[in-house]
Structures are given as C-alpha cells and as structure tokens.
C-alpha cells in the first residue's frame, strides 16, 4: 500500500509567498524558488569541497566515517522526511540542511578554535557567520552578484535556524551579518520558519546518531558499552533481543536505525503538540511564537544530553582525536602567521584580494583562503610550504 502525502499545514513556507531574492530575478519555468535555491548550493564549489573536510576523522583516516558533505547529505535527506511528514515544504528544509556546514573550515572543530585564535583582534571567526558569507558573498558565479542571491526565507534559515541572533552581533565576528541586515532586514530577532528549524533538528539527529556509528567503527567503545547510555541503549538491547545472532556490524547498524526513528517520532510529536498548543496557524506565527516550535520533547532532550556527555569523554577527547586536533590547530597556525607575513606566496587570485588590504582586511582574506581549504588541501599546501622537496 502506498504511503499517505501528509496535508499541507496552514504554517508551511509557501514558496509562490516568498520576500524574494535582495537581486530580482525571473521565476524559474520548471522548480519553486526554495529548489532553485537547494540546486544552487549544490553546484557551489563550497558544497563539492565538503567531501574532504573532517566531521571528527580527518578525511583522510578512513572511507567509512563521515564527512561535512556526507553529514550533510544525511542532515538534508532527515530534514525533508521530517518535513514532509509534519506537511511542511520539502525543499526548504532541504536547501538549509545541505548549506548549514558551508562555511566550516578544515579538520572540524579544531580548524575553527584555531581560526578564531588567529583573528582574535581582527574581527573574528564563527562558522556561521562563514556559511553566510560563503552564500552571499565568496561564492562568485554569476554576472550580475556576488553570492548565490538566495530567497529571503533560505538566508533567514541559513543564519537563524538555532533561534534569533540578536545577541550575537555584539561580536566582532557577526559584523557581516550586521552589514547585510542593515540593507536586507532579515528580523534577526525572531525565528525561522518551520522548516529551517527541522533542519536544525536534523543537524543534531544525524551527528549524534552518526557519531555513535562512527565512535564504534573506529574501535573508541563498542555496543556493550553503550548498553547503559541513555538513548542509545535501549536500541542496543532491542535490537540484540530481536537478532541474537545477529553481526555486530548490523547490530550496530540496526541500533543507530532505530534511534534516529526514535528521535524522528519524538520531534515530529512535539512539534504538533506545540502547534496545536499555541495555536499557530501561519508562517508569520512560528516566527513570533517566543520560542521554537520544532523541538525534541523534555525527555528526549535529557537523554541526548546525557549521550553527548558520553561522546565527548569517550570520542571528542579521545587521545587518538586529541592528537589529530593538535597537528591540525599546529598546520593551521603556521599557514596563517606565513600568509599574513607573505601573502605573496598564496595563490595568485588570493593574493590580489589580499595585497591592496589594511592588516585586518589581509587577515580576513587568510582566513578565507584557508577556510574553504579541504583537510586532504590544508596538509599537502602545508607540506608544500614548509618542506623544500622535489612536488609532482
């Protein structure tokens, strides 16, 4: 029997109402705007690069464990489920799913603690404030804009699917954000739409999910050890219940399948609860609820709480990944400081940027360059710089 289409609920994002795109453009003949937006960040050169950018592993550790483009590729198939199954539009959720890494530097988390050390005095660094910037700005592929000239509603989602950012523009590093706002008011004040807070929670349904995978793939705890974490746990235990002769390699699997089912039932039911709750009853409503409307009920959020404890003592601290984080922050430094003392030696295009530039406007072109770098890039240009051989 075939599966229900879910009705369309009155709060969905209507493509047909959008606030447009900051450039005017003709309608396209053949896709919404929402899916004109999602094709655009796919043909990007900042989405194809995400392919060798680290999620925790370096790239280059292993074929099996996730990348940015293969989290965001599973971040983006949750998020349209989710929203079509609530009724909300597909491709919205979609498009803010596959943009919300764009802007992450190499080797993950620490690329990004190093790159925020680095501009310390020179406006800063935050990932999202980089994708942003990588939509609106460094992406250069047509005529008549910088950017991709998203729709409203895509950019609204891109920089405020985690809530309003008001209180982030006091920094340094959201200064581009002001400087947009100021001539496109995206109401950095209330939430996004529906769909772009899917996204957000589908961020957080894959990465955990997938970490789990990945932690025991690489040998840092295995299932018996996560039998006692909350969330996972109870999945161990079913799913050894139901195949106890089952793989441990498709145990693993079977277990991550069903927790992310779990999370999946657990938001969508939350979220209709606080819908009928307070009544919301159009788009305009989820933004002016006061708070999220998608959102993991209080239970699922306590267990999750108590997982991601679990994942940082025993895999985001881990010796093995504590050393890559070393080596990366160390590659990372020494390429920034030789840029910024020679910018000459970065490739010719960067240069240019760079060389009419004050000290922070240099700066902020460095860390651009090495930003959009894939981890496989960043160590070979840093083997290249800093090791007199004979290259390829």
Not at 99 to 120: I, R, V
Not at 147 to 156: A, D, H, V
Not at 304 to 315: D, I, P, T, V
Request: with cysteine; glycine share 6%; proline share 4%.
């Amino acid at each position: 029997m075939a599966a229900t289409v879910p009705v369309r609920v009155s709060y969905a994002q209507d493509p047909d109402a959008s606030r447009g795109r900051k450039v005017a453009e003709p309608a396209s003949r053949t896709r919404t705007d929402f899916a004109r937006d999602r094709d655009r960040i796919i043909h990007t050169s900042a989405f194809r690069r995400l392919k060798e950018k680290t999620q925790v592993f370096v790239a280059h550790e292993g074929d099996h464990f996730r990348t940015r483009l293969t989290h965001s590729l599973e971040v983006a198939q949750i998020a349209r489920s989710v929203a079509t199954a609530l009724g909300l539009d597909g491709d919205l959720a979609e498009t803010v799913a596959l943009a919300h890494d764009l802007g992450h530097p190499p080797f993950g988390h620490a690329g990004e603690d190093e790159l925020q050390l680095q501009m310390k005095g020179f406006g800063g660094f935050d990932h999202n404030v980089q994708t942003f910037r990588v939509v609106t700005k460094l992406e250069r592929r047509y005529p008549r804009f910088d950017g991709l000239n998203l729709t409203w509603e895509t950019l609204e989602g891109v920089i405020k699917h985690n809530g309003p950012v008001t209180d982030q523009l006091a920094k340094p590093s959201w200064s581009a954000i002001k400087e947009f706002d100021a001539e496109y008011d995206l109401r950095l004040g209330g939430w996004a739409s529906a769909e772009a807070q899917v996204a957000a929670l589908a961020d957080d349904i894959a990465y955990n999910n997938h970490d789990v995978d990945d932690g025991v793939q690489a040998g840092l705890f295995n299932l018996a050890e996560l039998e006692t974490v909350p969330l996972i746990g109870p999945h161990v235990l079913s799913a050894r219940a139901d195949y106890p002769r089952c793989d441990p390699g498709i145990l693993r699997l079977e277990a991550v399948r069903r927790m992310i089912g779990a999370m999946v039932e657990d938001v969508m039911a939350e979220t209709r609860r606080r819908a009928a709750g307070a009544r919301v009853e159009t788009a305009e409503d989820v933004r002016n609820l006061g708070h999220g409307l998608v959102a993991f009920s209080r239970d699922m959020a306590e267990d999750l709480a108590q997982l991601r404890l679990f994942l940082m003592e025993r895999m985001y601290r881990h010796w093995r990944v504590n050393r890559t984080r070393s080596q990366a922050r160390r590659m990372l430094a020494e390429m920034f400081k030789l840029f910024m003392s020679e910018p000459d030696v970065m490739p010719a295009e960067w240069y240019a940027r760079a060389e009419a530039r004050d000290e922070a406007g240099r700066a902020r072109v460095v860390c651009d360059y090495i930003a959009g770098m894939t981890d496989r890039f960043a160590i070979e240009e840093h083997r290249k710089l800093f090791n007199l051989d004979v290259w390829n």
